[in-house]
């Protein structure tokens, strides 16, 4: 993929147990992932820690889907 589905993938790994390999764009964060509120904010410093960058509150309400994440952290590449 690319070092921003990588970073994506890897956080959300982290926080659900799910391996890495079936992740994809197309996932819903909590519709098909289970990631609660709480977790959305693990998986965000777990991005923020891997790209070494800073993602605001009202920035991570917009995603709904692990491409949302991705499409969000290119955008500000």
Do not use: C
Request: glycine share 6%; aromatic share 6%; net charge negative.
């Amino acid at each position: 993929m690319n070092e921003y589905f990588d970073a994506v993938a890897e956080a959300i790994s982290e926080v659900t147990g799910r391996p890495v390999a079936t992740l994809a764009a197309a996932q819903s964060l909590r519709a098909d992932l289970g990631i609660d509120s709480l977790q959305i904010w693990e998986v965000v410093v777990g991005i923020e820690e891997q790209l070494h960058l800073r993602i605001p509150d009202a920035d991570i309400a917009k995603w709904q889907t692990v491409g949302d994440a991705v499409a969000y952290l290119e955008g500000r590449a």
